[in-house]
């Protein structure tokens, strides 16, 4: 299996704006560049449905996604998006009794697809604060690989710093850490011959 795919390679970000989209679809999704914006109607879609839409969308395009923007919504918001894509993490403001602290929870069926939950009333920037230990507790074998591409990144005094974010991505994707590096090793190889 070939893991280090061009579209991986050169992932993209998606900048999420709320506004009317004066279509009948509730939101659209339009390339600007180097990147993509989604505009969505409130009246007819949340900020979670039409995150999760576009991501979903531009998955089965090939498109890779490495980070979620908000524009023109509330910075503790917009901060935990942020974080949380870039964990290929989904993000669900819940308004059921179900979930009752922020968690993430794994589609058992696709161990790559996880969100994190978040009760309605809950201080985001706590929800923030508790992103990296709900990961942590949701996928650990990730979240283990990631704290050594972290080290690695501060070892390496940033000379490699997007390989190392590449590598975590493609981590992240997969699910498979050690494809991962087999890989990596092995186009290093390559490229020594």
């Known amino acids: 299996m070939t893991i280090l795919t061009r579209e991986r390679l050169s992932g993209t970000s998606v900048h999420i704006h709320r506004g009317d989209t004066g279509h009948a679809k509730p939101f659209l999704l339009r390339r600007d560049g180097d990147h993509f914006i989604t505009t969505y109607d409130p009246k007819r879609a949340d ?52 979930i009752t602290k922020p968690v993430v929870k794994v589609d058992i069926q696709d161990p790559i697809q996880a969100t994190y939950y978040v009760p309605e009333k809950w201080d985001l920037l706590d929800a923030l604060d508790r992103l990296p230990s709900a990961f942590a507790d949701a996928r650990p074998k990730a979240a283990r690989h990631l704290k050594l591409i972290e080290q690695a990144k501060k070892d390496s005094d940033g000379k490699i710093d997007r390989a190392l974010d590449v590598m975590a991505r493609l981590i992240l994707e997969t699910d498979d850490p050690d494809s991962v590096y087999n890989e990596i090793l092995r186009l290093f190889d390559q490229d020594r011959t």
Not at 54 to 71: D, H, K, N, P, Q
Not at 75 to 98: C, F, M, Q, W
């Open 47 to 98: 900020v979670d449905t039409a995150a999760v839409l576009t991501r979903a969308l531009l998955s089965s395009e090939g498109v890779s996604v490495s980070e979620v923007i908000l524009e023109g919504h509330a910075p503790a918001l917009t901060d935990l998006y942020h974080a949380a894509s870039k964990l290929l993490l989904n993000v669900e403001i819940t308004r059921g009794k179900r």
